[in-house]
């Protein structure tokens, strides 16, 4: 198992689907359903298999490959993980696998929908794998191109909209990025584009004016991604769009290429920057968090809450980040995966409710509890995973964030207790909103939550349990490369 | 100055081979058109078959060329530099031949005729590319340009097409005589028209007023060619009017030898005073590449927004040419190269439409991926290598851009690069909007687009050349950077 090579199999899995799935005639909708979901089922296998391979105690990388590709100027195809980017590789596999199962209600262009998020998923796959600069940004742009189309086709009604603003806000962001790339490349003896080795020569090579425009670059393209207050204003607009298994995979995993971005790239290669950028990045965590928990407070339409909400969980990413202690990074990290997961089910809920009512609006969403219970009981444990209760991942990301921050930043740290009270109460507001009361007469009778939907739902919400009592599962993967990086930024 | 290659100058005429049996073969079709039977069965498809023929014929001649002498009398190097671009100029006549085939037809355009200035426009193209003289040079550059006025007239009966030839030769003849004056006080300010010989004088020239007045002039008269801002004017109309092959040719391969031409005229005679025209360069790459994004975004016609594209393109490659480097250097030759597949391929897109009779507004586009599945994929594969998306060739052509500006301290440069890209998504993806978003109009609903197969022959190839120059651009980069160091 360990002689195959694992992650292009991640990559080219689905990219084969996506091929061979061409051949299917379009009006075979179900059997173009079926066989996406089981292209998808195979990287959820790799990745288990890859789990029970993989040696957790590493800070480096495993599971390397590496092809040149244009050696006169040290571009390679070269693939590895570390813990970190395996936890994100193995929460792709899961909710990519999981969004083609809720995929099932698509019923326009039905094939070119499924041909399109395999093809997304080979591109994140390679995001999260490749550690080669040039490589890294083909998968990274690659995964704006289905992106685009799914929302422009599938979308709500200003979906067009939606999905060139999503296009051109990634894109000025991931352009500049090429340019620090280029610069990162030049100063660091311009013979090779991996990017553990640019890391590694970085601190010595870049030269004191060039560090801030580079390090300033890079970010600008991945806060884009998170997305970092001010960027943001694209993501209500491309989730409320978006149809549910797509605003699932952007919530869950597309919000992660940005911090990983982060976490991989601009930290690590830049730790001097990255030291006396702590605070402005911390600013911008708290910010996110604040305002994004106001904005979900103040949303009438559930899927505009739920990516307010999105906003304001992944501060908390950008706060560990800053705060540079091993416990803040870790948590960072967890919450990653936990708001990958928690976001999932919200958007997998909403879209239940939609199916069944057509309205996104909580005024008109009351008493769900007793319209349909079992949904209903599933968005309170969502809900509450999404607001911080103990025993579900969301309190260990948030709670661990905080406590390994408080000591670097007392004061924003208290600060942010507010955005913690916000977020229980725009929580509680949405179930209260959404599940209490008596229901709309035309709403009174309708399906509770079918064996698929139930199927989508089940294991996130076992993931979310199994993290929440039990977070060493992920912590242990994540801790060594996690204490490595805080010994590069923290100069040691 | 190599004294080697004046030694060996006398009038080697199998330096010119490729040109030699393109002139020919340019003969022969008109000859063919005078003499086959005006009523025989598939006449003007013979005639087009002819020049493919033909346009094959000189590719091969090109295998047969003697690498690194000069010839007539040192005015032309048959150098790497020389045989990249007659080898990009050729295949770019061979596709736009290969796209013309049904629409000449279609049209009932005199097909001897058309061919014959396709191939006189590409002998002229060659010799720009291989010139060492700025005489030759500018011969090379009235025979390409005299073959255009014509090809962009050639729709009689539309008034476009005779506006669009009416442009191009009024602002044209005038860019020629600026190019000439620039020519004028380079001779006066060094003794020669030899490029190797005004670099040689150059190093003893101190800038001054008139060196200036001659690098801008030059500037002038080439970026008329390559549609650089301010000289960009008759580009859109131009564009527009003229039939879509000769757009085509027009777009890439008028656009590929101005690119030579710069390359030789600044990289080997001006090489002394760079930093005179790095800046002016740089400057006059930003307001084109700007001004094209801008101005492409409120295009309705596709044609039209592909002019403006085809601006901006030119800002990015006059980006790398600013940057005054090998890197640069290169830089411009693999973005030429790039250009031609992606430029001609959406082109040959249009012309497959307007052979059903169809507009090319983008609405007349709307719908074309659920009408031709393949034909829309080609379109959008082609936009995105223009856009600039990984791992396509325009993308390396990009990427290598911001490498050389970056490498010669140009960040700013590259920096207003990625800014104007970004706006570029505007418009293509308008593009692939119509075509993969919008409904298509109830009466084309279902209706195929029927390419025929030489159309398609020639959309393969652009398309292959697309993906192999982004899947290897390790070769390509090599020949042009080989090509660099030999300059």
New interface residues.
């Given amino acids: 198992m360990a002689d195959l090579p694992m992650l292009s199999l991640l990559i080219f899995v689905p990219l084969a689907g996506a091929a061979v799935g061409l051949f299917i005639p379009a009006e075979r909708e179900r059997t173009i359903k079926i066989y996406a979901m089981a292209v998808s089922a195979i990287p959820v296998v790799l990745v288990a298999a890859m789990w029970a391979a993989f040696e957790p105690g590493s800070a480096g990388f495993q599971f390397k490959e590496y092809v040149p ?5 040290g571009i390679a195809y070269s693939l590895g993980v570390d813990g970190i980017s395996f936890a994100l590789i193995a929460l792709s596999a899961l909710v990519f696998f999981l969004a083609f199962l809720a995929s099932f209600g698509i019923e326009r262009r039905v094939k070119e929908f499924f041909i399109l998020v395999l093809i997304l998923e080979a591109a994140v796959m390679g995001v999260f794998a490749a550690l080669d600069y ?1 490589l890294f ?2 998968f990274w ?2 995964v ?2 289905p992106m ?2 799914l929302i ?2 599938w979308g709500g009604p200003r979906r ?1 909209y939606a999905a ?1 603003k999503f ?2 806000y990634t ?2 962001g991931s ?2 990025m ?2 620090a790339i ?2 990162l ?2 100063v660091t003896g311009a013979d090779t584009f991996s990017i553990p080795e640019i890391a590694r020569r970085a601190p010595e090579s870049v030269p004191l004016s060039w560090r801030w ?1 580079i390090f300033l670059g890079l970010f600008l393209g991945f806060a884009v991604k998170v997305p970092v207050w001010p960027f943001h204003t694209w993501l209500p607009d491309a989730h409320v769009e978006a149809p549910t298994p797509i605003s699932v995979i952007l919530a869950a995993i597309l919000l992660k290429m940005g911090t990983y971005g982060l976490v991989r790239i601009s930290q690590p290669t830049l730790p001097e920057v990255a030291r006396e950028f702590a605070f402005a990045l911390a600013v911008l965590g708290v910010i996110n968090i604040i305002y994004g928990a106001l904005a979900a407070m103040a949303q009438k339409d559930f899927k505009k809450m739920v990516a307010y909400s999105s906003v304001s969980h992944m501060g908390y990413v950008l706060l560990g980040l800053a705060a540079n202690t091993p416990a803040a990074v870790n948590a960072s990290v967890f919450q990653m995966v936990s708001h990958g997961l928690i976001s999932a089910m919200l958007f997998l809920l909403v879209g239940v409710f939609y199916d069944r009512t057509h309205t996104r609006e909580m005024e008109r969403l009351h008493g769900m509890y007793l319209a349909a219970p079992m949904a209903g009981v599933i968005l309170a444990f969502a809900g509450m995973g999404n607001l911080g209760l103990p025993g579900l991942s969301g309190f260990i990301g948030e709670f661990f964030t905080l406590l390994g921050s408080v000591q670097v930043f007392r004061t924003l740290v208290y600060v942010t207790l507010l955005g913690v009270v916000l977020t229980a109460a725009f929580n509680l507001l949405m179930m209260h909103r959404v599940l209490m009361g008596r229901p709309r007469e035309e709403f009174a009778v309708m399906p509770d939550v079918s064996p698929r939907e139930l199927a989508t739902l089940v294991p996130l919400m076992a993931a979310t349990l199994l993290l929440g009592i039990w977070p060493s599962v992920l912590m242990n993967l994540t801790n060594a490369p996690v204490m490595q990086l805080v010994a590069k930024v923290g100069g040691m | 100055m190599n004294g080697g290659l004046a030694l060996l100058a006398n009038t080697n005429m199998s330096v010119i081979l490729p040109e030699i049996v393109l002139t020919a073969a340019g003969l022969l079709l008109l000859l063919a058109e005078a003499f086959l039977p005006q009523r025989a069965l598939g006449r003007t498809g013979a005639v087009g078959g002819l020049a493919v023929l033909g346009a094959l014929a000189a590719l091969a001649a090109l295998f047969r060329t003697p690498v690194g002498v000069a010839g007539l009398s040192g005015t032309v190097w048959s150098d790497g530099f020389g045989m990249f671009f007659r080898a990009v100029l050729l295949v770019i006549l061979v596709m736009v031949v290969l796209m013309s085939v049904e629409f000449v037809e279609r049209r009932k355009i005199p097909a001897g005729e058309f061919y014959a200035l396709l191939a006189f426009a590409t002998v002229g193209a060659m010799f720009m590319a291989i010139s060492a003289d700025l005489i030759s040079l500018y011969i090379g550059l009235e025979l390409l340009s005299i073959s255009s006025y014509v090809l962009a007239g050639f729709l009689r009966g539309d008034p476009r097409s005779g506006e669009a030839a009416i442009k191009y030769f009024l602002t044209g003849a005038m860019a020629s005589g600026i190019l000439l004056f620039g020519i004028s006080l380079l001779l006066g300010l060094t003794g020669s028209t030899n490029l190797r010989e005004v670099a040689g004088a150059l190093s003893s020239v101190p800038s001054g007023a008139a060196l200036f007045a001659a690098l801008v002039l030059l500037t002038g008269g080439l970026g008329f060619k390559l549609a650089a801002v301010p000289f960009h004017l008759w580009a859109p109309d131009t564009y527009q009017g003229a039939p879509t092959p000769v757009t085509a040719f027009l777009s890439v391969g008028s656009k590929g030898a101005a690119v030579a031409a710069f390359l030789r005229i600044f990289f080997v005679g001006l090489d002394p005073v760079k930093p005179d025209w790095g800046f002016l360069l740089a400057a006059v790459s930003v307001l084109t590449m700007t001004l094209g994004n801008v101005a492409a975004l409120h295009q309705r016609n596709v044609k039209r927004l592909l002019a403006y594209s085809s601006i901006a393109q030119a800002g990015y490659i006059l980006a790398a040419l600013a940057s005054a480097n090998a890197a640069g250097f290169s830089a411009a030759m693999f973005y030429v190269a790039a250009y031609a597949f992606m430029n001609v391929g959406a082109f040959a897109v249009l012309v497959a439409l307007a052979n059903q009779g169809e507009g090319d507004d983008l609405d007349d586009l709307a719908g074309l991926a659920r009408r031709e599945p393949v034909l829309g994929f080609l379109m959008f594969l082609f936009l995105l290598s223009l856009l600039g998306i990984p791992p396509l060739a325009g993308f390396w052509a990009k990427f290598f851009v911001f490498r050389a500006a970056v490498d010669a301290g140009l960040v700013w440069l590259a920096v207003a690069l990625a800014l104007n890209s970004a706006i570029s998504v505007g418009y293509y993806y308008a593009v692939v909007k119509a075509m993969y978003v919008s409904p298509a109009p109830e009466e084309r609903a279902g209706r195929p687009v029927a390419a025929g197969l030489l159309l398609q022959v020639g959309l393969a190839l652009a398309a292959a050349g697309v993906i192999v120059l982004g899947l290897m651009p390790e070769t390509f980069l090599g020949w042009a950077m080989l090509a660099a160091q030999a300059r």
Avoid: N
């Fill in positions: 590709w244009v050696p006169s100027l040039v940004y083909v742009e690659a704006l191109i685009y189309f422009a086709i067009e060139i296009l051109i894109i000025v352009l500049l090429v340019v280029v610069a490349y030049l425009w």
